[in-house]
């Protein structure tokens, strides 16, 4: 069966390290993979999205990796900050459904 | 705010009632997904429509039904409800039926009692 695997333990890093989450999937041939911040109480919020045929996305402090061949994503938050705890969803796109993964909770610590 | 707008925030009821739950979507949107997550499931895909029709179907229970109207915001409604129904609905938008970004409003509670 389809299954979408993110660390559910929460993540617990320093202030100014590098947060590194990994999305796992398996059954799945996506066109694209999206992440998404959710905040407790909120609707989820879109960060990034990378497509099937590229290897790396970035946006500011946000790097995005896609590796069909290991089915897997990474997201990496440089330079964290206190601010960016939250829930970090990855969300897997083909046709048009788009099925999310159960999230990992990032806390960042000053 | 991202510009699409849920209500009621927050409903109790109890278990046998019907609820309607209404998601008016981001301004030019055209597609209206929903989404149920709760403590233990996750975000789980219930239904998308696509300028009123329906598009693609998740795991949405036979319980529930959903609609989109002309003026494009739709409608969630959830018959029979049962304990296990409890959760946040978040209703979400975007500019066409495939791939994209998806925007979420802050979805609604349902508490059943």
């Known amino acids: ?110 | 705010d991202s510009g699409v707008t849920q209500t009621p925030k927050h409903l109790i009821t109890a278990t046998g009632q019907r609820v309607t739950l209404r998601c008016s979507p981001r301004s030019g949107d055209l597609s209206v997904y929903w989404y149920q997550q709760s403590l233990d499931q996750g975000l789980q895909f219930l239904i998308q429509y696509y300028n009123g029709e329906e598009r693609a179907k998740g795991n949405i229970l036979e319980r529930f039904s959903a609609q989109q109207f002309p003026d494009l915001h739709s409608e969630l409604n959830l018959s029979s409800l049962e304990l296990g129904d409890s959760a946040l609905y978040f209703c979400a938008s975007s500019v066409y039926g495939s791939t994209g970004e998806l925007f979420f409003g802050e979805g609604s509670r349902l508490t059943v009692l």
């Not at chain 1, 969803?89 to 099925?99: I, S």
């Open chain 1, 1 to 110: 069966s389809q299954k979408i695997e993110q660390n559910s333990e929460a993540l617990n890093i320093q202030e100014g390290k590098t947060a590194t989450l990994t999305c796992n999937y398996t059954n799945y041939s996506p066109a694209y993979l999206q992440w998404y911040r959710q905040d407790p109480g909120r609707g989820p919020v879109f960060l990034l999205l990378i497509r099937e045929n590229e290897k790396e996305k970035r946006k500011e402090r946000l790097k995005v990796t896609f590796d069909t061949t290991l089915k897997q994503s990474l997201f990496h938050i440089t330079a964290s900050q206190p601010a960016d705890s939250a829930t970090y969803l990855c969300a897997l796109g083909a046709g048009n459904m788009l099925t999310f993964g159960g999230g990992t909770r990032l806390m960042v610590k000053p």
